[in-house]
């Protein structure tokens, strides 16, 4: 397999953008593959090479790459003009729908991504109920803005860096942590703190080191406690909103948060990101209340459009009943090929999520931390080499598409198979 025109642009990529990428889970080492296109279930890089991708741009692609359906409304769109600075139908539409799937949504605003969306709807919580501090989860990862840059995974904790430099201390005094899976921590903690206490935002399936899947009852239980002490409770659900089912985790589990952050999915794979919630935390936003927000391209017309045509497929195929089944299949066979090559390794994931965690199923954060970062690494280059790209990270996760075929998960298991050994 060569990679040399991927090498060459990243020694030239590196002189231009930091790291020779424009965020920084796609800066594999020694240097990343460059894309020239992708369709279906495949993406091509520069020097020729297909792989098979369980990357999916970081999960926005539920329907795999350039979804004929998905392009045609996007291109219809373009035909229209893509960006007025004005209100659309298209927007009005899109909220009905969102709304009427997810009970915890009344009201929503559109913004560009989910960094927006999480920093948004904090700041909505803060506003209604004129307290401070937040809690999130360690190695919860919520976008890349000040206050939630605190152990946070995905890159960050890849990097090894899940703090970040450049932020006042003064900005992140407010936002407090504990560990996912351990409700006795949480209770405390807001009992603590209660009289300055917001909201408390977490991912309900950690996608961002794992997936980490809640244990037991703990959602309801952060519910019951967060609704007895009057905190705002956030579903960041960028990665799980109409990937775990169409109402994403709250669905899933049968929890109703108060507020739910949507991303990725929603915007068909173009840029979009969604906060939601009861009715009288979202009339607190500009121009009806106080709290401020406003955006450019918030309900981007393309983004819009796009957004409508995946969940108009998702719901008319009943696609993640699908989905699902072949997540279940992936986990199951790859457990096998775990047993039978006998590694301490565990197969994690939920619906269409999945991963080989190199290490003992972790329940937080911490035990994340003690699996074999370096091991993992190995694995990912002798994948690529047999035509699969998984994430180039062991706390990122693998998602499966409707594009992807039976020929391609046999492929997948099998490159699994020769490779863990
Ligand atoms: N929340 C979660 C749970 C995410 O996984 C991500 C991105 N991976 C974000 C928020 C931020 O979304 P964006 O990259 O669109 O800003």
């Not at 003009?81 to 009201?107: C, F, H, Q, R």
């Not at 109703?256 to 607190?284: A, N, R, W, Y």
């Not at 047993?339 to 080989?356: H, P, T």
């Not at 039976?406 to 020769?418: F, G, N, P, R, V």
């Amino acid at each position: 397999m060569s990679l040399e025109k991927s090498r060459d642009l990243y020694n030239k990529a590196r002189t231009l953008l930091p790291g020779g990428v424009s965020s920084p889970v796609r800066a594999i080492k020694p240097y990343p593959f460059y894309t020239e296109s992708a369709n279906g279930s495949k993406i091509r890089d520069i020097d020729g090479n297909d792989y098979i991708d369980y990357c999916l741009a970081y999960g926005p692609n539920i329907l795999g790459h350039a979804n004929p359906i998905i392009k045609q409304a996007i291109i219809s769109q373009l035909e229209k003009g893509w960006l007025y600075g004005t209100p659309t139908d298209l927007e009005v539409n899109l909220a009905e729908k969102i709304a009427s799937i997810y009970p915890s949504i009344d009201m929503l605003r559109f913004v560009s991504t989910g960094t927006e969306a999480t920093m948004s709807a904090l700041r909505a919580a803060r506003g209604f109920t004129g307290k401070n501090k937040f809690i999130k989860i360690e190695g919860g990862f919520h976008g890349a803005h000040d206050a939630v840059l605190v152990k946070a995974g995905s890159g960050a904790t890849t990097l090894g860096k899940p703090d970040s430099l450049g932020i006042p201390e003064d900005f992140t005094k407010h936002t407090l942590q504990t560990h996912f899976n351990d409700i006795e921590a949480l209770t405390q903690l807001i009992e603590k703190n209660q009289t300055d206490m917001a909201a408390v935002i977490m991912e309900p399936v950690m996608g961002n080191i794992g997936p980490v899947l809640p244990e037991g009852d703990y959602l309801k239980e952060v519910r019951k406690v967060t609704e007895e002490n009057d905190v705002v409770l956030i579903f960041d659900e960028v990665i799980t909103g109409f990937r775990l089912a169409m109402g994403g985790a709250q669905e899933y589990f049968g929890v109703t948060p108060d507020m739910t952050t949507l991303g990725k999915i929603v915007g068909g794979g173009m840029p979009i990101g969604v906060f939601g919630g009861k009715k009288e935390i979202i009339e607190m936003i500009a121009p009806s209340g106080s709290v401020y927000q406003a955006g450019t391209f918030s309900g981007s017309p393309a983004s819009v459009a796009a957004g409508l045509a995946v969940l108009d497929v998702l719901e008319k195929e009943e696609v993640h009943k699908k989905l699902n089944a072949t997540g279940d299949m992936m986990r199951s066979r790859l457990t096998e090929i775990v047993a039978d090559l006998n590694l301490d390794y565990n197969v994690v994931g939920i619906a269409s999520m999945f991963k080989i965690f190199f290490g003992d199923k972790p329940l937080n954060y911490q035990e994340v931390l003690k699996c074999d970062k370096e091991g993992y690494i190995k694995f990912f280059f002798k994948m690529l080499e047999s035509g699969v790209f998984v994430p180039p990270s062991q706390f990122e996760t693998n998602f499966i598409s409707t594009a992807h075929t039976e020929d391609d998960i046999e492929k997948t298991l099998s490159a699994y198979e020769a490779n863990l050994k």
